[in-house]
């Protein structure tokens, strides 16, 4: 065990042994901004020794996902079936030794999927080059987590191995601004009430990161490890789904029972080709993608070939996709579709679009 390590270890047992109550919170919260620290400072101290050995990722397409799971899961079979990828097959671990790209056509978008190597435990402490395995995940726009049936204890292993390469699966990003200030100490402000967190706490955390003159104001309810991450600034949100796979070697009650620990999970078999389809508009709809068609001047929309972008895009930004030409000499816009009230109504730069939309970009002339 590495000093690091070892730090590490003894502060999670003081952690263990204090009692969490209004008196003590000050004093977890310090202890956890420290273990944060030290993780930190491991993944950069393991980083530093495996330089020229990262896996390089070309991204292509309009999203990427990326499969992980332990050795031997059906990641390579189910990349397969997903896309036109040829990943190597076979029934042993380690099949995998680069990442195999794939691209999966659903929907008109073309979603980039990576099959990385089996993961393993004590990966984001770099064993198994599984550091490098990990940041593909941390780059991606969807984690796509693959079970074995026999053994969906996995998932606690693979979770807590993300979480401290420093993913939040399934979590936004706090709305806290945290403002450092050259005096004054730490003035703490919020617009809800904080049932986590006191100022106490709040300043005895900052402390720990050497902040003692800041403007804090939250806008959410987080909790102390929430609070910690804010302050890291370096953590990635990104949207997870997990699969079980292997799902024709058992029968419903086995499934059944597995959904008493992982309630929301989809059942697939990646070799029978069972629930295949049902997962492709699983990833699309989990990427938020959305379809725009464009409709020249004096033209039918083409409704072939949309223009594919994330849920949320303005009118402007769908530009840029376009041309930059689109973006300098934008005037107005027309659309057709959910996101207005009436057919070819006017809009503005800033209108958001929604799927389906037809869009018509009038420029200066």
Known sequence: MSDIEQKIKDIEDEIQKTQYNKATSHHIGKLKAKIARLKEEQIKRNSSGTKGQGFYVKKSGDATAVLVGFPSVGKSTLLNELTNAESKVGAYQFTTLDIIPGIMEYNNAQIQIFDVPGIITGASGGKGRGKEILAVARDADLIIVVLDVLNPQHLNVILKEIHDIGVRPNQTKPDVRVK??????????????????????????????????????????????????????????????????????????????????????????????????????????????????????????????????????????????????????????????????????????????????????????
């Open 180 to 365: 450092k200030t050259g005096k004054g100490g730490v003035k703490v402000s919020s617009t809800i009430p904080l049932s986590n967190l006191d100022e106490v706490t709040i300043r005895s955390v900052l402390n720990e990161y050497g902040i003692h003159n800041a403007s804090v104001l939250f806008r959410e309810d987080i909790t102390i490890d929430q609070f910690i991450d804010v302050l890291d600034g370096n953590k990635s949100y990104v949207p997870m789904i997990i699969l079980v796979n292997k799902t024709d070697l058992v029968d419903e009650n086995y499934l059944n029972e597995i959904k008493k620990t992982i309630p929301d999970f989809i059942p697939i078999s990646a070799d029978k080709k069972q629930n295949m389809d049902y997962l492709r508009e699983t990833i699309f709809n989990q990427l938020g993608l959305i379809r725009i068609y464009l409709k020249p001047q004096g033209k039918q929309a083409d409704m072939e070939d949309p223009l594919i972008i994330k849920s949320g895009t303005t009118v402007i930004e769908a530009c840029g996709k376009l041309h930059r030409e689109f973006v300098k000499n934008f005037r107005h816009a027309k659309i057709w579709g959910d996101s207005v009230k009436f057919p070819g109504q006017k809009v503005g730069p800033d209108h958001v679009l929604q799927d389906e939309d037809v869009l018509r970009v009038i420029l200066k002339k």
